[in-house]
């Protein structure tokens, strides 16, 4: 194998390629550095094509999630305008009276189909409580209990409240302030607060007609029992709570009431009680609300009624008080004449009790003041039981109504025996309306025994109405007691100037079953006398129980010092006997012998007499002339004890 060297070459040569080699390089170079740079360029319209395509591909979605919200809004606004229209139509029919059409536009918006995931359903939703809502309350102007019955009604009514208790613990709905005003109002027209009927007077009542009103309202209010178990601290479910167990509360107690007669046990007085609240730092008025007072006030004149008193007399005054709270501060309620009649009989019962009990706070009005107010009482029952169409002569059968009549009438005879102004009760109109049922008729015979003081035909009479003689005992027994002290004055008196106190006894003598002791008679002479004005002047003589009547004996008891009453002076002569007159010696020996005599309108009669045999018996013995006073009786306040001692000297002189 042959090797041909490479030919040598020349220095110019070496220049000329290595400028060549040069401008190759560099020529190289550049074309490397632009083929950089258009790489370079294709990766940045690579980049600049990608973000490009990300961009409409984010306007693509950015309009397609427009035209997604444009379509959702679009839609939202066409169920809410569809929903509209019908609730709008049923509306218009429900004002029409045309309920069977109203209904129907209403459940077409319920029976809206729903599709899960759908933005309309929240619109739909509030749609669909609306007009179940509605739905519900088209029964209660057409609902009516009656025997001849409408208990299809009756059933639709609570087939539709099923279907709202089942709609809502569905969707398990919030209870926010829109849904309490709405269900709490709907409460309300269904089992509604029973203004025209009381637990105190039933005797009248349609009670198959009301106990079906009351079945109904338990049967409504148990579709919503599963509330009560919930247990979260929002404000209006605990409200909404404490409505629903008052209406079921409330349907027990009256179909108690109704079906049994006795509401008095221990289970249901507790749960009336807890109705009322009387805690906490806020007011009684603050939390409690007048339904749930009216219940509890119902069952306390009830209560008296049975049993002529009242237990809870505290919270039964509470509650009176808030009532009269109430009518003051709210016309409406003011104008509630179911109302005003609670009201005004617990006044009146409020007023009988506490004279029964001798309340001490209570005893400081005045007596004729209390039964003034008593009357006024009874005369406001009567004119709001005939505001109410309940005031009627066939209706004049009940022991309410008995107990209203006979307590103005006999609050009236009381207060015209002392009155210049004499003002038959029986002219009042709301008196004039029942004056053919018998009550009134026996109400007429026992004002008319009264007027002419024939105790015996009174009590005949008063007997005739038994089912009072328990709550009205007090009134009862002061109407005896002041016709007994007008005869006594105004007939006995004025006849007899002596007659004995058997014979006395015997003309006021009420009934033989209860007779008067001479202990009564005694009484009732002493408090005669006790007034400020006495109209009966008279001398015992108990030796022989006889009674001395005439105006002779007006200063029987003196009313002021005989140290006022001295008609003469002694004068300044020598010796005791001279100086001493007739009227010192009159003085000394009369009962008001001590110069601060006891008044006896400001003592009881025991009182008194217990002081004047103190005077007699407590004496102490003053110096007289440095002689000695042992075995000498002295008054102990004598103003002329020196006069006393001359005196039974002189006596003890003559005697012997």
């Known amino acids: 194998m042959s090797v041909v060297p490479k030919p040598k070459r020349s220095s110019a040569s070496t220049m000329s390629d290595e400028d060549d080699n040069y401008d190759d390089f560099m020529l190289s170079d550049d074309q490397g550095m632009e083929s950089i740079e258009m790489e370079e360029e294709t990766d940045d319209e690579d980049e600049k094509m990608i973000r490009l395509d990300e961009q409409q591909d984010q ?14 809004v679009g ?43 759908d933005e309309s359903i929240d619109v739909l939703l509030i749609w669909k409580f609306k007009s179940l809502n509605e739905i519900l309350r088209l029964g209660a102007p057409s609902f009516q209990f009656q025997s001849n019955g409408t208990q299809d009604l009756a059933l639709q009514v609570l087939e539709d409240t099923a279907t709202m208790s089942d709609f809502l613990q569905r969707i398990d709905f919030q209870i926010d302030e829109k849904i309490f005003e709405s269900l709490s109002d709907t409460f309300e027209t269904l089992a509604p607060n029973w203004e025209r009927v009381f637990l105190f007077d039933v005797e009248k009542v349609d009670k198959q007609n009301m106990i079906c009103k009351i079945e109904f309202q338990k049967s409504l209010m148990d579709q919503f029992q599963w509330i009560l178990k919930k247990s979260d601290k929002n404000d209006k479910l605990k409200k909404l709570q404490c409505i629903i167990r008052k209406k079921l509360l409330i349907a027990v107690i009256w179909h108690r009431r109704l079906t049994m007669g006795d509401i008095f046990i221990p289970e249901v007085y507790f749960q009336i009680q807890n109705l009322v609240c009387d805690m906490g730092s806020a007011s009684f ?6 339904e749930s007072i009216s219940i509890l006030l119902q069952y306390y004149i009830l209560e008296f009624m049975k049993n002529a008193r009242i237990k809870n007399r505290n919270l039964f005054k509470k509650c009176i008080d808030y009532f009269d709270l109430t009518t003051s501060k709210s016309l409406t309620f003011s104008q509630q004449p179911g109302s005003m009649v609670i009201l005004y009989t617990s006044k009146a019962v409020w007023i009988l009790d506490s004279d029964s009990e001798n309340d001490l706070s209570f005893a400081l009005m005045k007596y004729y003041d209390r039964k003034e107010e008593l009357k006024n009482m009874f005369l406001q029952i009567l004119k709001h039981l005939e505001e109410m169409g309940k005031f ?27 009155s210049a102004d004499k003002i038959n009760p029986f002219d009042f109109e709301q008196v004039k309306i029942a004056l053919g049922s018998p009550i009134v008729h026996v109400l007429q015979t026992i004002y008319k025994c009264f007027a002419e003081l024939d105790l015996r035909q009174l009590n005949a009479n008063i007997s005739r109405i038994p089912e009072l003689s328990i709550i009205m005992k007090k009134i009862i027994q002061d109407i005896y007691y002041l016709a007994q002290t007008l005869k006594l004055s105004r007939k006995i008196a004025q006849l007899y100037s002596c007659i004995s106190i058997n014979d006395i006894i015997d003309m006021l003598q009420v009934n033989e079953n209860n007779e008067m002791t001479r202990d009564d008679l005694l009484t009732i002479l002493m408090r005669s006398i006790m007034k400020d004005r006495s109209v009966l002047y008279f001398k015992l003589d108990l030796t022989s129980d006889l009674v001395y009547f005439g105006n002779e004996n007006k200063v029987m008891l003196p009313r002021c010092s005989k140290e006022e009453i001295r008609l003469t002076s002694t004068s300044k002569e020598d010796g005791p006997t001279k100086n001493a007159k007739l009227i ?12 601060n005599p006891t008044r006896i309108k400001t003592k009881s009669s025991k009182e008194f007499f217990n002081t004047l045999r103190k005077s007699r018996e407590i004496v102490r013995l003053p110096k007289v002339s440095n002689q000695s006073n042992e075995g000498v009786f002295l008054p102990s306040y004598m103003r002329f004890a020196t006069k006393y001692l001359e005196l039974t000297k002189l006596s003890s002189t003559n005697l012997s």
């Open 392 to 418: 009627r002569e066939r209706d004049i059968a009940s022991l309410f109504h008995k107990f209203v009549l006979s307590g103005f009438i006999f609050t009236s005879m009381i207060l015209e025996a002392i």
């Open 584 to 595: 010192d010696f009159e003085y000394v020996n009369d009962v008001g012998i001590y110069n």
């Open 285 to 290: 008025e603050e939390v409690n609300d007048p």
């Open 59 to 72: 306007n693509q979605e950015g309009e397609q999630y427009k035209q997604l919200m444009q379509d959702t």
């Open 75 to 117: 839609k939202v606004d066409k169920e809410w305008d569809a929903c509209k229209v019908l609730f709008e139509r049923g509306q218009s029919f429900k004002e029409d009276e045309q309920y069977k059409e109203a209904r129907d536009s209403f459940l077409k918006i319920y029976y809206r189909e729903e599709f899960l995931g």
